[in-house]
């Protein structure tokens, strides 16, 4: 059974920036990408950033230049800093895990809360 624990999010001003952490249960090595996902109220669930296993980034146009994905392999951790928020990142934010085996398989976290106002 995998588990992926968010952390991190919270209450910030416009302009201003949060880390969220997914800390994994496993080596995040039989993990073949992981991301973020972010779904506001009344909105589909969308993909924010992903992390392949070989260090490959990806990003959502909305957050390029803004946010960073990143991974510790030693701590099983990703990591995704979000630097210059603004209202409209307000979300909950969710890590994913996805493990092409026999099939693909993805794995939630329980999302934490981001909130950017004044």
């Known amino acids: 059974q995998v588990q992926l624990v968010e952390s991190g999010g919270g209450l910030v001003q416009p302009g201003g920036s949060l880390r969220l952490s997914c800390a994994a249960s496993r080596s995040i090595f039989f993990f073949n990408a992981m991301g973020w996902y972010r779904q506001a109220p009344g909105k589909e669930r969308e993909l924010v950033a992903t992390?392949?296993?070989?260090?490959?980034?990806d990003y959502e146009d909305s957050v390029k230049g803004r946010f960073t994905i990143s991974r510790d392999n030693v701590k099983n951790t990703v990591y995704l800093q979000m630097n210059s928020l603004k209202p409209e990142d307000t979300a909950i934010y969710y890590c994913?895990?996805?493990?092409?085996?026999?099939?693909?398989?993805?794995?939630w976290g329980q999302g934490t809360q981001v909130t950017v106002s004044s």
């Open positions: 992390i392949t296993r070989g260090g490959t980034t």
């Open positions: 994913n895990a996805k493990n092409y085996g026999v099939g693909l398989t993805d794995y």
